[in-house]
């Protein structure tokens, strides 16, 4: 059995899909039954609990025989990123208080760094602070997400694609949460490994890319247009952001497009995506018409 952090989520959703595919038992930790009951007539086992809460992580941990933990996506932390500190102080706790054979963090690119890359700070918190387990651990940098673009399919009906890519032609790693979900179902259920080990996950992708992948779905001709960077704040309100609130996220594209993304990292594995832009925006057409 493997315990899933945030099942419902697009991510944890993802990797407990692919290790029930693979015939495995998963078990999730969860604040509402409800919200999971579609997980549970699926036969995932549900532990009432938080990932704010050091002992129903550690009574989620029981007797599985691999964890993949994540924290909560904050597109607004403290300064401090004191959110970011409790979750991962309450990981550390209850998994050396309960121990499991392996552990798979989700991480992202860009987290060897230890400033100047606004939200993956958090994540850069997280690799720091289950450097000290002594169990197997993987980070999987997962590259930016391509779901992220699926405001496109409302936006791009007048032929362009506003991005905070900038410029548009220049790529960064980008991969489909479905396959970050099927690399964390493999590192759990696959052969172990000694240690610690970080794994890039993504391709090399382009905004300009990803608007003509949009278009093909679209049937039209879409064009990733780079918002103006004083425009970025206002940009950020709409995505639900609070106002004065978006300094991290500036700070994140930032470091994207002066090269925080790209492959290549020191001492890391690589693996590419399967699934491109376009087939993310076809899925999410085809769910929204049928």
């Known amino acids: 059995m493997f315990l899933v952090m945030g099942i419902t989520g697009k991510v944890g959703g993802a990797t407990a899909t692919h290790l029930l595919t693979q015939g495995k038992k998963v078990r999730a930790l969860v604040r509402d039954r409800a919200k999971a009951a579609s997980w549970a007539g699926q036969g995932v086992e549900l532990v009432d609990g938080d990932w704010n809460d050091a002992l ?14 994540m924290l909560p996506p904050i597109w607004a932390p403290s300064p401090d990123f004191r959110e970011a500190r409790g979750v991962v102080a309450n990981y550390v706790e209850a ?11 989700l991480s992202s690119m860009g987290a060897n ?50 991005v905070f ?34 794994i890039e996950l993504g391709s090399m992708v382009s905004a300009d890319e ?34 004065g609130q978006s300094g991290p996220a500036e700070t994140m ?14 001492s890391t594995e690589h693996v590419p995506g399967a699934t491109s832009a376009r087939d993310v925006f076809a ?5 929204a018409t049928a």
């Open 113 to 162: 760094r230890t400033g100047g890359t606004g939200l993956i700070t958090a994540l850069s918190l997280l690799e720091q602070g289950l450097r000290d387990l002594t169990m197997p651990t993987a980070y999987v940098r997962a590259g930016g997400f391509f779901e992220n673009f699926l405001y496109g399919l409302h936006i791009a009906q007048g032929g362009t694609l506003p």
């Open 253 to 266: 594209y930032e470091a994207v497009n002066a090269g925080g993304m790209d492959l290549g990292v020191e």
């Open 283 to 287: 899925a999410a057409q085809g769910a």
């Open 56 to 69: 129903s992580i550690e009574r989620a941990l029981k007797d599985v025989d691999g964890a993949f933990v």
């Open 210 to 243: 990803v608007a003509t992948q949009l278009g093909e779905v679209m049937k039209l001709d879409v064009k990733a247009v780079a918002i103006p960077r004083a425009g970025w704040p206002a940009a950020f309100e709409q995505f639900g952001i609070p106002k």
């Open 165 to 198: 890519y900038d410029p548009t032609n220049r790529k960064s790693t980008m991969v489909a949460t479905d396959d970050i979900g099927a690399e964390i179902a493999a590192l759990l259920s696959g052969p172990a490994w000694p240690g610690h080990r970080c």
């Open 95 to 105: 998994l050396t208080k309960a121990p499991v054979s392996r552990v798979v963090a």
